[in-house]
């Protein structure tokens, strides 16, 4: 991947290829890393692997995450306030018959939940999941999707609470 520049008019200037791509760019939602307990918007990852877009749709905010594939993943960095059992609400939409979504923070494997087709991609439900988390700045949550098919789900968001 490489930088896109522009010219004055509007068109685009000849694209440079490079070795070395793009630098990592800062949250969509903003540089400090949100809270724990708190809301997460799916779109504000920090890194993302596999099949997964930023789209517009009937979300909570007119975004989520889409056309999330077996085995991709998004990352996000947070400040989680406390130790302890936390339950994750995960707001999805599927036309698909289901999926797993997997939950790490750092390398470790900390929960999970299975989701179930909604009828459409914005026909929204939720799901939860208890998992335990360390406090800490800075800590990375990645959730990992599994499932047969093209497409798995929409995420519109996650909110975090402890129990």
Known sequence: MDYLHFRADGGLKKVVHTTTGVRQVASPGGANPPGVPGRIQAEDFTAQTGGVRIETTAGADGR?????TDGSSVTYEVDVAASGRHRLTFRYASAATGARISVKQGQAQVGGTTVRGTGGWTAWQVVAA????RAGTKQRLTLTFEGAG???LNLDLFD???R
Do not use: F, K, N
């Open 64 to 68: 989520s995450i889409g056309y999330v």
């Open 130 to 133: 208890d998992v335990d988390l």
């Open 150 to 152: 093209d497409y798995l």
């Open 160 to 162: 975090v609470v402890q």
